[in-house]
T-cell receptor, first 112, second 114 residues
Framework: GQQLNQSPQSMFIQEGEDVSMNCTSS?????WLWYKQDPGEGPVLLIA?????ELTSNGRLTAQFGITRKDSFLNISASIPSDVGIYFCAGQLNTGFQKLVFGTGTRLLVSP | EAGVVQSPRYKIIEKKQPVAFWCNPI?????LYWYLQNLGQGPELLIRYENEEAVDDSQLPKDRFSAERLKGVDSTLKIQPAELGDSAVYLC????????????FGPGTRLTVL
């Protein structure tokens, strides 16, 4: 099935560093969601974006809905060890039903 | 508020055996989704229910997979017979209704087919 392009695939950083990841698509989306998945658990919703250009924060996390509606970005500031996990973007197609298309994931490792 | 509940969390079976997964969505959520997550990939939709009606099952391999949501609450996903390639995590999610933009996921069932 269709999967969005997410980059980078993985990151290994030091505690306290800032992190940026992005998601791109050839399709236009009307909503972008960012999820975090810990090992052995389901994805947990972090941030939801509803219109082009929107910038939304959730604590140390900030996400942006790209102007073209074909991309989105997630930034994590001052990373901590519990930020470790896989981050997925998900876009909702511009149709009546809110079908989610997920990205390939960014694996984040944080060294204390 | 309780989240999406799934059971079992892990299942190991031999190929050609049947297997079933159970999901209880968040209370009041009318829309229920089953997703397949292969190793190293994001979830992919298998089937969506609006109350008890399956309204999008185009990605469900109907030769061996089936699902039901008889009373519009709990749901069961079944594979019969299982194949080696079915080894994956099966995730259930729910949302308030089909217009809701946010979906909430359960912990998943990790299936291993030997």
């Amino acid at each position: 099935g269709q999967q969005l392009n997410q980059s980078p695939q993985s990151m290994f950083i030091q505690e306290g560093e800032d992190v940026s990841m992005n998601c791109t698509s050839s399709s236009i989306f009307n909503t972008w969601l960012w999820y975090k998945q810990d090992p052995g658990e389901g994805p947990v919703l972090l941030i939801a974006l509803y219109k082009a250009g929107e910038l939304t924060s959730n604590g140390r996390l900030t996400a942006q809905f790209g102007i073209t509606r074909k991309d989105s970005f997630l930034n994590i500031s001052a990373s901590i060890p519990s930020d470790v996990g896989i981050y997925f973007c998900a876009g909702q197609l511009n149709t009546g039903f809110q079908k989610l298309v997920f990205g390939t994931g960014t694996r984040l490792l944080v060294s204390p | 508020e309780a989240g999406v509940v799934q059971s079992p969390r892990y299942k190991i079976i031999e190929k050609k055996q049947p297997v079933a997964f159970w999901c209880n969505p968040i209370s009041g959520h009318n829309t229920l989704y089953w997703y397949l997550q292969n190793l190293g990939q994001g979830p992919e939709l298998l089937i969506r229910y609006e109350n008890e009606e399956a309204v999008d099952d185009s990605q469900l391999p109907k030769d061996r997979f089936s699902a039901e949501r008889l009373k519009g609450v709990d749901s069961t996903l079944k594979i019969q017979p299982a194949e080696l390639g079915d080894s994956a995590v099966y995730l259930c999610a729910s949302s308030l209704d089909w217009r809701a933009k946010e979906q909430f996921f359960g912990p998943g069932t990790r299936l291993t087919v030997l």
